[in-house]
């Protein structure tokens, strides 16, 4: 089934779709459609970033320790809160000293997942990390990223030793089983925020379809018909609080496994 182009894709092709075309030109490569060579997520990916840049340098112009806004203490929150569940919490609490050396990576991980979760909220628009290629992304940056600070705090010897364990002679063995313990991380990342969030949008937009097929279907029966036409429009508001709630502990799990894989790579045991 072809893709249905959204119109953000179409706007982002018409500003840099002839650049996107020189560019796999030069790589070998063949866009899938050569109309649009940029698709639907990459389109998504970029408005989520212009969205953050733009959202952050607003709320750093209205930062305050007097008089904080509402959306202020709403960012707050994601770092710091009393149930110990903010980034800087899960850092803190499962790395220790130094943790907040690592804020800005993992910190932007999570919020980029959670923009990119929420913004199919808004008609018209899809979240990117409903194609697998998006989540893969990620997962491949926090894979690669939490082995660089292990490597670069205990140094290649002293890292590696974790992967051969305390038994010289089962250490080949070992290596093998900490090495697909490792890339089960990578599967297990990217597959749970793929398959979570398309499924949301899936069942979002079948039953906001359904639901207005019944508005049309009651309203045409008699008054009452006509009195009751407006109740199926609030199924969908269920479905989105659930899309949301859905986005929220998404970008939570994508938040706290690469914190919980970073304490291990850079904890003192090693």
Same mark, same amino acid.
């Given at each position: ?9 179409? $706007? /982002?092709?018409? #500003?840099?779709?002839?650049?996107? %075309?020189? =560019?796999l +030109?030069? &790589? ?18 970029l $408005? /989520?970033f212009a #969205?953050?840049v733009?959202?952050? %340098?607003? =709320?750093? +112009?209205? &930062? ?13 929150t994601l770092?710091?809160?009393?149930m110990g569940l903010?980034v800087?919490d899960?850092l803190?609490?499962n790395i ?25 909220v ?39 030793k ?5 038994n ?9 089983v ?25 069942l979002?937009?079948?039953f906001?379809g359904l ?6 279907f ?6 009452l018909?006509y009195?009751l ?5 609030l ?6 609080v659930?899309?949301i ?5 998404q970008?939570f ?14 904890a003192?045991?090693?």
């Amino acid at each position: 089934m072809e893709e249905s182009i959204l119109g953000i894709t179409k $706007l /982002v092709n018409a #500003l840099f779709g002839k650049a996107a %075309l020189a =560019l796999l +030109g030069v &790589l070998h490569i063949q866009p899938s459609n050569p109309q649009y060579p940029i698709p639907n997520h990459i389109a998504m990916e970029l $408005l /989520v970033f212009a #969205l953050a840049v733009v959202f952050f %340098l607003w =709320l750093r +112009g209205r &930062l305050s320790v007097e008089r904080p806004g509402g959306t202020q203490l709403v960012m707050e929150t994601l770092l710091r809160n009393p149930m110990g569940l903010g980034v800087v919490d899960l850092l803190e609490n499962n790395i220790g000293h130094g943790a907040l050396k690592y804020l800005p990576m993992i910190g932007s991980i999570g919020i980029f997942v959670l923009f990119s979760n929420l913004i199919s909220v808004v008609p018209g628009l899809a979240s990117p990390t409903a194609e697998v290629s998006v989540p893969l992304g990620c997962a491949m940056l926090v894979f690669l990223y939490y082995h660089w600070s292990g490597l670069k705090k205990h140094g290649p010897v002293h890292y590696g030793k974790h992967f051969m364990g305390p038994n010289v002679f089962l250490s080949p063995l070992m290596v093998v089983v900490e090495t697909f313990s490792h890339l089960a991380r990578l599967l297990s990342l990217t597959v749970r925020l793929w398959v979570n969030m398309m499924v949301s949008e899936m069942l979002y937009g079948i039953f906001l379809g359904l639901t207005l097929a019944l508005f049309l279907f009651v309203g045409k029966l008699n008054a009452l018909g006509y009195a009751l036409a407006p109740i199926p429009l609030l199924a969908p508001v269920i479905f989105i609080v659930l899309h949301i709630f859905v986005a929220f502990v998404q970008a939570f799990v994508f938040t706290i496994l690469p914190v919980i894989y970073l304490a291990g790579a850079v904890a003192e045991g090693h």
